[in-house]
């Protein structure tokens, strides 16, 4: 199968191409103009394209293929460049895309939109969990990729396209480590906030592997797949785990969720009293914030593992191991 | 459905909800003298959303189809600077009074243009100034009035901001960052321009200008990214400088008079006031009351982070002001001869361009 990746040279898309060309798909891999695709080493069936979904370019002339896995998206910066960055990047994208002689659109969206200030059924985040009602209370970062993912399912059912939606959690590996799980850092020591709580987890080609598998899975009636590994370790375990791979992680002061929440209750009541809720504050402070980053839940794959018959092969010891090697070669 | 003051409330559309949008639609959903009757955008994600977020009666993709439907009573132009003079145009020929953000046109001609067409239609047309409402402009201007600071002989303007870092030059873009001679610097220039006439009191005179507009880092898309002018008008003289390559960031005011200095940050606000009887045997303790002062500036602006009372804090307030001079049918308090006069040293400082 043809195959359009877009955001193909960020953390994840570099994996996704790598996977979908193993698996045998020709892959045209659009890439921002600046990226420097030399070292990714990807093989002859992946046609590189450049270009920004920011504007309408000459990408555009590559764009007869038969499926689409939509991974660009502009994860950092002010809301206005979050916003060009992923809703009208995904606008673009979907202005000028072929929609109706597609055979599916595959689009990554994130935990993030997720509403974690209600506890759900059992303490469990799965596909059914309702969605952040109010994502402007969040972050920029929620609010786009709210607006980017309603934005792919009404324009794929306006036009009888089938979607999939992919939410990964957060995703690791070779780059991208989460600073071992700490919140923050005071020399030697690290602060967990919320350590026994689980860490949704997911190695980068694990996550590769669900989003290539959903090319032709039969997925039937499901349309959303959360993708996390088997293991979701405690913030706690993580960190030790990426210690003894060899990270240089500082000495843990863990920090009680409840204490984290009775500090965030407490800010927002001084918000809501002194400040007519107009005071924007650091997510360490942010009430809903924390609640989405450290409130004690856990993470369903079931859906991912029944459906698109995913199993993650990279386990935690191997995934973590892996970043931090690749960590400390940078480093060195 | 609006009620109450609402028949007496001024209908707004804007057009172009873009970041700069951000700053005027705030106002616009909650002020009681404006009722936000459409908002528009090329793009119908970016307009939807503005309508969402501000609660605007209704979204639009095309300007003229907003302005024949909603019929408003002021519009707001807050798209990219090429496609001003056309909106803007539209707009006044609609019945519509005009806020247009800054620079209005590419050129002091354009501006002119549009403001005999504004005088024509019996309409207000303004350019956007809002850094003239900022709490430490006020301040200068109270000492400025009361006599404090003396006659004012020199305002310099300094600028450090990476125009390469931002969307100007953001490298995986094609075309011009700006579609502006000027390349970036004019895109900020207005500013610079306008509080240096201001303090100046130069509202009709552009004087004499020498200096570079010069591209220093190479980048294409900026266009230019470095200006250092200095500018002589009547009675008064003053440095107009934007730097890509300085850090920190800094967007400095100084003031200086006959009498004292007053000296102010955009970015990270200050105030520093040092008056003639503070030199000699008393500049130490003049030195000391500025540390402190400093020191509350930090914690103040600690405070204002956090209330997000920005750069452009100023914005609600010109805003507030036009509106309230609208609805009581005051004068303009941005005068169009002030919009000329800015736009006359604009062209003066672009004519600068080097092609090095």
């Known amino acids: 199968m043809r195959v359009l990746v877009t955001g193909a040279s960020g953390f994840l898309g570099k994996a996704v191409v790598r996977a979908a060309a193993a698996a045998g798909h020709r892959v045209v891999a659009l890439v921002r103009p600046t990226a420097d695709v030399s070292n990714l080493g990807w093989p002859d069936n992946v046609e590189v394209i450049k270009g920004d979904l920011r504007q309408m370019g000459a990408w555009r002339d590559h764009l007869d293929v038969d499926l689409v896995i939509h991974l660009a998206a502009a994860p950092s910066g002010d809301i206005a460049t979050q916003f060009a960055g992923t809703v009208q990047a995904t606008e673009n994208l979907l202005d000028s895309l072929p929609l109706r002689s597609l055979r599916r659109f595959i689009h990554i969206s994130s935990f993030s939109v997720y509403d974690y200030s209600i506890r759900p059924k059992h303490g469990i985040i799965d596909e059914a969990t309702a969605l952040e009602s109010q994502p402007q209370a969040r972050d920029a970062y929620t609010i786009t990729k709210m607006l980017q993912e309603s934005l792919v399912i009404d324009r794929c059912d306006d036009t009888g396209l089938e979607c999939v939606i992919i939410r990964p959690g957060a995703i690791y590996g070779p780059g991208k480590d989460w600073d071992c799980g700490t919140a923050l850092s005071f020399k030697s020591f690290d602060l967990l906030f919320g350590p026994l709580g689980a860490f949704r987890l997911t190695y980068v080609d694990n996550c590769a592997d669900a989003i290539v598998r959903a090319i032709d899975a039969d997925v039937g009636k499901a349309r959303v797949f959360n993708i996390v590994d088997d293991e979701c370790p405690s913030l706690w375990k993580y960190h030790n785990a990426c210690r003894r791979a060899g990270a240089r992680a500082g000495f843990v002061i863990p920090v009680p969720w409840l204490l984290i929440a009775a500090l965030g209750r407490m800010v927002r009541l001084v918000n809501r009293l002194a400040f007519r809720n107009r005071a924007k504050l650091p997510e360490l402070l942010e009430y809903r914030r924390q609640q989405a980053r450290w409130r004690p839940l856990r993470y369903s794959n079931a859906l991912a593992r029944n459906v698109l018959g995913w199993t993650p092969s990279v386990k935690l010891a191997e995934g973590v191991a892996r970043t931090v090697v690749k960590k400390a070669d940078s480093a060195g | ?356």
């Open chain 2, 1 to 356: 459905m609006s009620v109450g003051v609402a028949d007496n409330r001024l209908k707004v559309a804007v057009v172009g909800c873009g970041g700069i949008a951000n700053e005027h639609l705030p106002y616009l959903a909650s002020s009681p003298l404006a009722h936000l009757v459409g908002v528009c955008d090329t793009s119908r994600a970016t307009a939807m959303f503005a309508q969402t977020r501000f609660g605007a009666d209704g979204f639009f993709l095309d300007a003229q189809e907003m302005l024949q439907s909603t019929q408003p009573d002021v519009v707001h132009v807050l798209t990219p600077p090429q496609s001003h003079g056309a909106l803007v145009s539209m707009s006044l020929k609609a019945g519509a009074h005009v806020i247009c953000e800054k620079p209005m046109t590419a050129s002091a001609s354009e501006t002119a243009e549009l403001l005999a067409l504004a005088k024509t239609c019996g309409k207000w047309l303004i350019e956007s100034r809002n850094l003239l409402f900022n709490d430490n402009v006020i301040k200068i201007n109270g000492l400025v009035e009361d006599g404090t600071l003396g006659e004012i002989r020199e305002v310099d303007l300094l600028l450090s901001l990476d125009l390469n870092a931002g969307p100007f030059g953001d490298l995986n873009l094609e075309g011009p960052g700006v579609q502006l001679p000027g390349g970036a610097v004019q895109d900020f220039l207005p500013h610079l321009a306008y509080l240096f006439l201001h303090f100046a009191g130069a509202a009709t005179s552009a004087g004499r200008v020498c200096g570079i507009l010069e591209n220093l880092s190479g980048n294409a898309r900026v266009g230019f990214d470095h200006l250092d002018a200095l500018v002589l008008s009547d009675n008064c003289r003053g440095r107009l400088r934007i730097s890509s390559d300085l850090k920190p960031d800094m967007f400095r005011l100084i003031v200086r008079g006959s009498k004292g200095i007053a000296e102010s940050d955009f970015y990270n606000p200050y105030l520093r006031v040092q008056l003639s009887e503070d030199s000699g045997k008393w500049a130490p303790f003049e030195q000391v009351r500025a540390g402190y002062r400093l020191a509350r500036s930090g914690f103040g602006n600690l405070r204002d982070k956090v209330l997000q009372h920005g750069t452009y804090h100023g914005m609600p307030r010109m805003l507030d002001a036009i509106y309230k001079a609208l609805a009581s049918g005051g004068s303009s308090p941005i005068a169009a001869s002030d919009i000329e006069a800015t736009a006359a040293l604009v062209d003066a400082l672009v004519a600068l361009r080097s092609t090095r």
